[in-house]
């Protein structure tokens, strides 16, 4: 899977198998999932804390669920100006619908625990987003809630090594524990 970088909502991967073997497309346009940041880079890049990176990312969703109702009237300039343009509300809405996975980059517990509230909050409203968790090299300390809520987590094996403030509580086991 390639994933782009950008602040809060990064936009699709692609997914892609190199393999000699032909393979029928992976799902929906092969996107592989929606990415999006929620720790440190992203406040960075929105100008916010990271309390303002998740009221944000909240805003997005529901300006998606606004386009989802009416896109004509987002489309014709008839509704609010909104923070996306239609094509990223349409892989957000996507994303909502689980036909691709939200992938968050979630380093820090507070984040990995932040992102699980998040997906409670979405399917409490009637969205089947499937979590995706990348990074979270604190994960470890939110296993027991993780499997409870049969969120996947993506460990980066080289990062399993404080390197920035948001991973000091980074470990070698994490895999392990997880």
Do not use: M
Request: no cysteine; glycine share 8%; proline share 6%.
């Amino acid at each position: 899977v390639s994933s782009p970088r950008g602040s809060l909502v990064h936009g699709s991967g692609f997914l892609f198998d190199l393999t000699e073997a032909p393979r029928q497309p992976f799902g929906k346009d092969a996107g592989g999932a929606l990415f999006a940041s929620v720790g440190e880079s992203a406040a960075a890049a929105e100008g916010q804390s990271r309390a303002g990176v998740w009221l944000r990312l909240r805003e997005l969703v529901e300006e998606a669920r606004l386009y989802r109702k009416n896109p004509r009237a987002v489309e014709s300039g008839k509704s609010r100006p909104l923070g996306l343009s239609p094509e990223h509300l349409r892989s957000l809405i996507a994303a909502l619908a689980g036909e691709v996975p939200l992938a968050l980059f979630a380093h820090r517990e507070s984040d990995v625990r932040a992102a699980l509230r998040f997906k409670r909050e979405l399917e409490a409203a009637g969205d089947r987003a499937r979590l995706i968790l990348l990074g979270a090299e604190e994960a470890w300390a939110a296993a027991d809630e993780l499997a409870r809520e049969r969120v996947p987590v993506v460990l980066s094996p080289s990062q399993q090594h404080p390197a920035h403030f948001e991973t000091l509580r980074a470990r070698d086991d994490a895999a392990a524990i997880l």
